[in-house]
């Protein structure tokens, strides 16, 4: 079975500064999808940023970007230049085979102004 | 795009009430998830849809859930005789085959 763990129930980080969010996974498959979800308070789950299993390069989206280390199942998130728009819960997830997200716990992230 | 469509978003209801919720998919989105959410938690997979056929369902849904999709197009969920621990968010997401999927705002469940 698929797990996802993140170790940081909270972050914390001043404005324009960089943080990364840490979370690992399990699977036994070979070919599968990694993404972080953004959940502010009351409000939708929005895909952040996804990653190929297959592909090496570490993807990135503006000020997001990803450090997938395959080999050690870990999958974390730096948020360059912080804003205060980007304080939100962050889920990392793991997709394979049927389809079905599998969510990590979730880190609550707070911007310092 | 009108994005994932959910109804209603709060729904307060006594225990041993039916509950049922809709969700409207992005409309090309071929396939259709619910998750259930607990305050502090990730969601957990519930069940999912291509087109209006159920291909998994988890074994979080016991046998008070029922979803369907009668056309490919929405969806409903239903709870029959709720329990306290009925009560979280419940979200639905679509997606087009193996594109990421995108979330509704959720249906909040309280119950009384």
């Known amino acids: 079975a698929q797990t996802v763990t993140q170790s940081q129930p909270e972050m914390s980080v001043q404005e324009a500064e960089t943080v990364t969010l840490s979370c690992t996974y399990d699977?036994?498959?070979?070919?599968?999808?990694l993404f972080w979800y953004k959940q502010p308070p009351s409000r939708q789950m929005i895909l952040v940023i996804r990653?190929?299993?297959?592909?090496?390069q570490n993807a990135t989206e503006n000020r997001f970007s990803v450090n997938f280390q395959k080999a050690a199942k870990s999958f974390s998130l730096k948020i360059s230049d912080s804003q205060l728009g980007d304080a939100a819960m962050y889920f990392c997830?793991?997709?394979?085979?049927?389809?079905?997200?599998?969510f990590g716990q979730g880190t609550r992230l707070t911007i310092n102004p | 795009d009108t994005g994932v469509s959910q109804d209603p978003r709060h729904k307060i209801t006594k225990r041993g009430q039916n509950v049922t919720f809709r969700c409207d998919p992005i409309?090309?989105?071929?396939?259709l998830y619910w998750y259930r959410q607990t305050l502090g938690q990730g969601p957990e997979f519930l069940t999912y849809?291509?087109?209006?056929?159920?291909?998994?369902k988890s074994r979080l849904l016991s046998d008070r859930f029922s979803a369907e999709r009668p056309k490919g197009s929405f969806s409903t969920l239903e709870i029959q005789r709720t329990e306290q621990g009925d009560s979280a968010m419940y979200l639905c997401?679509?997606?087009?085959?193996?594109?990421?999927?995108?979330f509704g705002d959720g249906t909040r469940l309280s119950i009384l």
């Open positions: 849809f291509q087109n209006e056929a159920q291909l998994e």
């Open positions: 990653q190929e299993a297959y592909k090496q």
């Open positions: 997401a679509s997606s087009y085959n193996n594109q990421p999927q995108h």
């Open positions: 409309s090309e989105h071929n396939r």
């Open positions: 997830a793991c997709i394979q085979g049927a389809q079905k997200l599998v």
């Open positions: 699977t036994s498959e070979s070919d599968y999808y």
